[in-house]
């Protein structure tokens, strides 16, 4: 029976994808980042930004992402690991409203996509990439700084950088988005940031704060979390193919809002995210193994000008709690 075991882990090894990855480390941090590409990557969907997807990084014992979804395809929309980002524009690709069918479109970090004649957008939905635009990818031991240009896609054109480094206890994602085109580029971007802290299933060991405000849910949570002063709790263990939605409320309209927390109780695994750009929207997501919050930021670049944004995440180590003590309330805190 050992042999039969040892021999199926060796075909699933030999049977499992090859795509191109890169890694970054500082003395605290190990990164393995998977790195653009339109026919080995391993994220070819149309949703998601292609550049930055972390699939490890482990930082003080802990393993802060990773494979989340049961079923891998680089073609799903969703098939990918945090931290990533979407570019939406009144719920839709760049351009998607004014492009007729069989013209194109633009997904920022993707390219130009073809529009099929459709009546409504489909945001899961991975779409023909007509111009996969121009990647690069310049490596360091400490940093990754991605470039994706894109010219005239039916009046829109870019330049997007970013840059993912790791100083210390801390992985920052740096943005600047040029616009190269003849339209004004209207957007906003949100980090679907896709936290699988130590592969722990979501419940109530898992509790996320926001650091400068009460949230409150715009929507039912079903029984499986609530909202606790500035803590989202989780109520019960997930099962395999339950999730929890809603957008959130409660912030103001400066960037000391972009502050939250993430701590897994049992493990100890904690994250402090903060951004330098108020918050535009925010919506709440969690599924079976992993938790998260969902910042939006709004951006309107004009032809020829440029905007640069940053979001910081800091590992630490948490106090360990039992899922009994961890939900009753508790204020989550730092320890080092």
């Known amino acids: 029976m050992r042999s039969l075991i040892v021999s199926l882990i060796v075909l699933v090894q030999a049977a499992a994808p090859s795509f191109p990855t890169a890694e970054i480390a500082s003395p605290a941090i190990r990164a393995t980042l998977q790195l653009p590409d339109e026919k080995a990557g391993y994220y070819r969907g149309t949703r998601f930004d292609w550049s930055g997807s972390i699939l490890s990084l482990k930082w003080g014992g802990h393993e802060y992402f990773g494979q989340w979804f049961e079923k891998y395809d680089p073609k799903i929309h969703d098939a990918i690991t945090g931290p990533v980002e979407e570019f939406l524009t009144d719920d839709a690709g760049l351009g998607y409203a004014e492009a007729k069918p069989g013209e194109v479109f633009v997904r920022i970090g993707v390219g130009a996509i073809r529009k099929p004649d459709e ?85 109530p060991d898992a509790a996320v704060t926001f650091t400068a405000f009460d949230p409150q849910a715009a929507r039912p949570l079903n029984g499986l979390a609530e909202t606790r002063g500035r803590d989202i709790r989780f109520l019960k263990t997930f099962e395999s193919k339950e999730t929890v939605f809603t957008e959130v409320t409660g912030f103001g309209a400066t960037p000391r809002d972009y502050d939250f927390r993430i701590e897994n109780r049992k493990t100890g695994a904690g994250v402090h995210v903060t951004g330098d750009q108020p918050l535009a929207k925010l919506l709440f997501w969690s599924a079976w193994k992993t938790v998260c919050p969902e910042p939006y930021i709004d951006l309107r670049i004009e032809p020829g000008k440029s905007f640069d944004w940053r979001i910081r995440y800091q590992f630490y180590q948490a106090s360990k709690v039992s899922a009994s003590a961890a939900a009753a309330p508790h204020f989550l805190t730092e320890t080092r």
């Open 119 to 203: 009546p409504t957008y489909r945001r899961f939905e991975t779409y023909e990439v007509v111009d996969h635009g121009k990647w690069s990818a310049k490596t360091s031991p400490g940093r990754i700084e991605f470039t994706h240009e894109l010219q005239d896609a039916n009046g829109y054109g870019y330049v997007y950088r970013k840059t993912v480094r790791v100083s210390g206890d801390t992985l920052v994602l740096e943005h600047h988005l040029e616009n190269t085109g003849r339209k004004t580029i209207a957007t906003s971007v949100y980090d679907h940031n896709f936290f699988t802290l130590d592969g722990q299933t979501t419940g």
